[in-house]
């Protein structure tokens, strides 16, 4: 891709570099031509006052110009003309016009006296006129310099719109995208190629099936998404896993980032998003990936008039447009990538659109250990390099930067003059992306590691001893995104959520405070996103789900988004109350884990330290800690058909956003109940 672009950047800078020099030399001829045409033949010569005086003497003298007070021009008599240029000394000097012969003045007022005495003495007299004169090739330039400069921006627009659009002025509104065509079999990526990520691949190979293979969904009436969504932190494989999508599937591959639409020309994203989907159309089927998408992805504002964001909206719209319009069975498929999946418009994530959203994490140990061992294939390492070290000694690194370690040990290596590149290498090349990783990625020291632990491992305890609370599937505690860890679970497809489960979730998600203020005796900032839900939770519970005694089964849930922040609908009485409540609910949440905690203090100490050392931590060894699951418990005891004994409606009816609390990330199968910020 670079090469590529390297070489269009060439040709561009040589076409102007050449129309540049076209500029130059004309004007340098036209510059020459004009001092040659007026130019008489001869050259006027330089003398002095002594020999002017005896030309005055001998009435040889027509006229002497004064110019600028300063030069004086003298112009010979026709006789006199005649005589000097036999001698070798004037034979130069023009035959007419009026400069001859020429000295330097040292003021007027002198030579207008040494004149006179001449004059007197000779009893001649000279014809003196004065003149100011400006310099004429100061005179040429000052009057070409407006022209230069206007001609000058003008080359200077066609190359920046040539640089936004790709060929002339008239291209902007192209799309320019970069091409890999399935006979580029250099640059095919594959599954091969890409380490780990086991689920994205799962995912994303139903696409690869279904372009291979299309007319099988076809016959079949089945529809195939038309886009999905990569989400995840920078360097995590995202763009390269789209890649690979198109290399398996071998068909063309179109990528474009979003802050290519971005252009200070009105209307030109809208119509690059139209090239690019025209494009895409001729070559399908094929792969489009728009990296970045969140440059023209971002939620619309509500008061657009004002936001003067109108361009990036045009855009937004014209791509919603473009995705609708093309029928799934067109073949093209849109993949996009970023790594902030919040902040995107939500017209984009409906059906018909980017209606699957895949998730691209930091990887785990295994993960590193398997992008290790891709990376290190093409490096001559040194015998009995282990993967699984260097993989334990990266925590919190992306795949970038693992191929970033890979290539800049093998620089080290170099550098000291070696055949093979050697684990003190590795662990050099380690050290010098950490430290210039701090900053900018969540490299945690072993204390905070510890505290992480403790954090997760409370949650994924108290969610394990409780039998009304979800599955856990496995904890873990590499950063991602914004939190330091998560404790995963399987959201159980409940039709019928009953207040008793919403209370051990709130335990759940308090835990993770609780157990650092049982073992660590310090509270930290990272229960922020745990104490927001539990407070939203416990919130819904009374206001919206009338699950209170106190409040009764009252519920002041607006459905229709209409009513305004100011004007609530209970009374001030009221509001106390519901306050009351909604702390009295999430104390005893906190009551509930607090005990959990404390009874079992070895056990979750025990997990701590197992995911310490190992990152993440799956059912399987939770299970070894604590036993048997509540949750499985309960269901082992559980007969199917008894459960549902009331008339309620299900959860169809109930309010979506305290629903989205609970259940949280709806999209994704396995949703993340605890998150330390
Ligand atoms: P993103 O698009 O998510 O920012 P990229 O796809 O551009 O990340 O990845 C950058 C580089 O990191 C890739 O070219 C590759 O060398 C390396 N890389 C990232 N993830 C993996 C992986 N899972 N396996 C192998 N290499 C990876
Ligand atoms: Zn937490």
New binding site residues.
Partial sequence: MAKQNRKNNRQMMQRSASLMGMFWGGLLIFIIGWGMLSDNKGEPVETDWSVIEQMVANGEIEQINIVNKEKAEVELTEEAIEKYRQQPEYKNIPESGPIQLYFTIGSVDAFREDLATAEGEAEQRVVVKYEKREDRWLNIIGGLLPWILIIGFWVFMMRSARGGGGGNVMNVGKARAQVYDKENHENRVTFK?????EEAKQEIMEIVDFLRNPQKYRELGGKIPKGALLV?P???????LAKAVAGEANVPFLSISGSDFVEMFVGVGASRVRDLFQQAKEKAPCIVFI?EIDAIGRARGKNAGFSGNDERENTLNQMLTEMDGFATNSGVIVLA?TNRADILDKALMRAGRFDRQID?GL?DVKEREA?FG??TRKLRCAEGISHEFLAKQTAGF???DI?NVCNEAALIAARHNKKHITKEDFLAAIDRIVGGLEKKNTVMTAKERYATAIHEAGHAAVMWLLPESDPVVKVTIIPRGKSLGATWYLPEERTHITSGNLRQRMSGMVAGRVAEQTFLGTIGTGALNDLERTSNMAYAMVAYYGMSEKIGNVSYYDSTGQRDAFTKPFSEQTAREIDEEVRRLIDEATDEARTLIETNREKVEQLAKLLVERETVFAEDIEKIFGRSAHDERKAAETPATEQTDTTEPSEGAPAEPAAVATDEPQSEVAEVAATE
């Fill in positions: 190629d890409v380490a780990g990520m995840g920078p360097g995590t494989g995202k763009t390269m990296d990538a691209v990887p992008i891709v990376h992306s795949g970038a191929a």
